[in-house]
């Protein structure tokens, strides 16, 4: 699909092929799969499910919640744009979270009772902390 260059001591050298992002630890893309997995299941259960969901899976260095109110919000993770961002920060925030940080491209399906109200293609951050996935809680504008 595209070119990657891969430099090596002094040298460099073409690689064709698809990127792959590089997994820390062996196991951190199986946790953030599982991690959409719960995400998705607990929006299927309904705007109180999700709430809950969300408010046990932000990340302790983050104490912003958001409330959805009677919206649920389905994630569909593109996992080949799954990478490192170990710089990133949330807004307003005066560090970088503590554990490994990730970039995603996800597909958000925003629904209201069961019906979509919208969908949109973005990015967002997710947190590997002591084997346990933390996100940040979306909030609607």
């Excluded at 997994?23 to 607990?42: K, M, P, T, W």
């Excluded at 799954?82 to 958000?108: F, K, N």
């Excluded at 629904?111 to 933390?134: E, F, I, K, N, P």
């Amino acid at each position: 699909m595209g070119v990657l260059c891969v430099l090596a001591v002094g040298c460099g050298r073409l690689v064709e092929g698809q990127p792959v992002a590089p997994a820390r630890e062996g196991g951190d893309q199986s946790l953030i799969v599982a991690y959409f997995e719960r995400s998705n299941a607990a929006a299927r259960g309904g705007p109180a499910a999700q709430a809950e969901f969300l408010a046990r899976t932000q990340h302790p260095d983050v104490a912003r919640q958001c409330d959805l109110g009677a919206l649920t919000v389905l994630l569909e993770p593109s996992l080949s744009t799954l990478r490192p961002d170990d710089g990133w920060r949330p807004a307003r925030a005066d560090r970088t979270p503590r554990g490994a940080v990730y970039l995603i491209a996800v597909t958000v399906t925003v629904q209201r009772d069961g019906a979509t109200v919208g969908t949109q293609v973005g990015s967002m951050h997710v947190v590997v902390l002591d084997a346990a996935v933390y996100g940040f809680a979306p909030c609607p504008t």
